[in-house]
C-alpha cells in the first residue's frame, strides 16, 4: 500500500499561483503514474494532470494546459502542482493518486486506475 500526503492549498486571488506538493510513502516501489485530481462542491472529482514515475510521459486536462505543471522527485517520492493564473473556476479540494500500472493519454485521466489516493487539500481562488 503507498500512503499520500497532500501540502500546499491556500487562498489565493485570481491571477495568483501556488505549488502542490504530494509525499508518497509506504511501497513507492509499485508506483507507475502519479495523478492530481480535484472536485468542487456539488460536482464529480476530475483529472488535473499525471506525470509516469520515470517523468517521460506528463498529461494534462484541457482546462489546465499551459497553467498548471506536473513535475516529480523520485528521490523524495514527491510529486508537485505548479498551478499559476490561477481562476476562481480552479476552486477546488485537490487530491494526489498512485497508480502502480502505466496508463496513456487515452486513460491516464481516468480515476479508477489509481489505487491509492491522499487526503486533499482546499485550493480557493476568490476573483
Known amino acids: 500500500q503507498v500512503q499520500l500526503v497532500e501540502s500546499g492549498g491556500g487562498l489565493v486571488q485570481a491571477g495568483g499561483s501556488l505549488r502542490l506538493s504530494c509525499a508518497a510513502s509506504?511501497?513507492?516501489?509499485?508506483?507507475?503514474?502519479m495523478g492530481w485530481f480535484h472536485q468542487a462542491p456539488g460536482k464529480e472529482r476530475e483529472f488535473v494532470a499525471a506525470i509516469v514515475w520515470n517523468g517521460v510521459s506528463r498529461y494534462y486536462a484541457d482546462s489546465v494546459k499551459g497553467r498548471f505543471t506536473i513535475s516529480r522527485d523520485n528521490a523524495n517520492n514527491t510529486v508537485y502542482l505548479e498551478m499559476n493564473n490561477l481562476k476562481p473556476e480552479d476552486t477546488a479540494a485537490y487530491y494526489c493518486?498512485?497508480?502502480?500500472?502505466?496508463?496513456?493519454?487515452?486513460?491516464?485521466?481516468?480515476?479508477?486506475?489509481?489505487?491509492?489516493w491522499g487526503q486533499g487539500t482546499q485550493v480557493t481562488v476568490s476573483v
Open positions: 493518486a498512485a497508480s502502480r500500472i502505466y496508463c496513456s493519454v487515452y486513460d491516464c485521466n481516468q480515476d479508477n486506475i489509481y489505487s491509492d
Open positions: 509506504g511501497r513507492t516501489f509499485s508506483i507507475k503514474v
